[in-house]
């Protein structure tokens, strides 16, 4: 989507390639948030707030790189830079409703061993211009920033000045480090707490293992295939797989604890909900956490 809307970008089976210097198509915009800002008014007489507030995510330069058959330290400024044109087009603010957040998605970082990020390289350097960059524009609106990662082994995002909050999946050391601790009040950020698994594959492996320990691993990939079948069948409620209220809650409440309430502003699942089965099953998900959240509240 966001390679789209760059110029100097062509397609071939080899990846995306540059062509010239990246730059953004004169009309290029973010189609999500323009038909909630257009709807503002009636979303929010619909849900009886007086503004709305809007989460806006974008996928980072790291991630958007890995789809270029060359990559190079200046791709990562060029993929930033373009980024940071189509947010300045993004952000608004209106008596309806307003951008309050921006999460830059980089779910690849920490899965490779790239030579691009080695300890004092120049892409390294690179990519943290582009991170600040980004940051930089988004905090200038007084707007939150967040970064949204699946591997939080390499920390170079704890360098980004201007970045606000972090998350990451629920199996992620980041939620059990007491370097996490030190690392939020030295560099004065906060963490959103994720409260559930959102791939669905897993939730059904998860399910598996706790109804049947003894399962023995070679036969999980069939029993996954079977579960599948079933749900698409109409035999199986996909939702009997999603972990319930208790799980989010006692997550939330560790996750708190462990890095103190003003350090935790925000919960939800841990990433976005494309793998779920059904439309139905994902919103149940969303129920589940809007009850944990409120039940913390309560308590």
């Not at 996928?59 to 947010?87: A, E, M």
């Not at 920490?110 to 690179?126: I, K, Q, T, V, W």
């Not at 999980?220 to 579960?227: D, H």
Request: proline residues 4%.
């Amino acid at each position: 989507m966001f390679l789209e809307m760059m110029e100097g970008a062509e397609w071939s089976k080899a990846g995306y390639g540059r062509v010239k210097r990246l730059s953004i198509k004169p009309d290029a915009t973010i189609a999500e948030v323009e038909v909630l800002r257009r709807n503002a008014s009636k979303i929010k007489e619909a849900i009886g707030e007086e503004r709305i507030r809007i989460k806006v995510c974008v996928t980072g330069p790291y991630t958007l790189s890995t789809s270029f058959n060359r990559r190079d330290p200046p791709l990562f400024t060029q993929l930033g830079d373009s980024l940071t044109k189509v947010l300045s087009k993004t952000i608004f603010k209106s008596k309806d409703a307003e951008v309050a957040l921006v999460a830059f998605d980089e779910p690849v970082l920490g899965f490779l061993n790239d030579p691009l990020l080695d300890f004092g390289s120049e892409g390294r350097e690179a990519l943290l211009k582009a991170w600040r960059g980004i940051c930089h524009v988004v905090a200038s609106n007084g707007v939150g920033t967040i970064f949204h990662l699946h591997n939080t082994s390499d920390d170079l995002f704890w360098s980004v000045d201007e970045l606000s909050i972090v998350e990451s999946h629920v199996d992620d050391p980041l939620y059990r480090l007491e370097k996490t601790k030190k690392m939020l009040e030295e560099r004065d950020k906060f963490l959103k707490a994720s409260l559930c698994v959102t791939n669905f594959d897993n939730l059904i492996l998860n399910h598996l293992q706790e109804k049947e320990p003894a399962i023995r691993s070679e036969g999980l990939q069939e029993r996954l295939a079977q579960s599948w079948r079933a749900i698409q069948r109409g035999e199986v409620d996909s939702k009997d797989f999603l972990e319930d209220d208790d799980l989010m809650l006692k997550r939330l409440v560790q996750t708190v604890e462990r890095f103190g309430e003003e350090r935790v502003p925000y919960a939800g699942p841990e990433c976005g909900l494309r793998s779920f089965p059904s439309y139905s099953c994902a919103l149940e998900c969303l129920t589940r956490v809007s009850r944990a959240i409120k039940a913390f509240r309560e308590t």
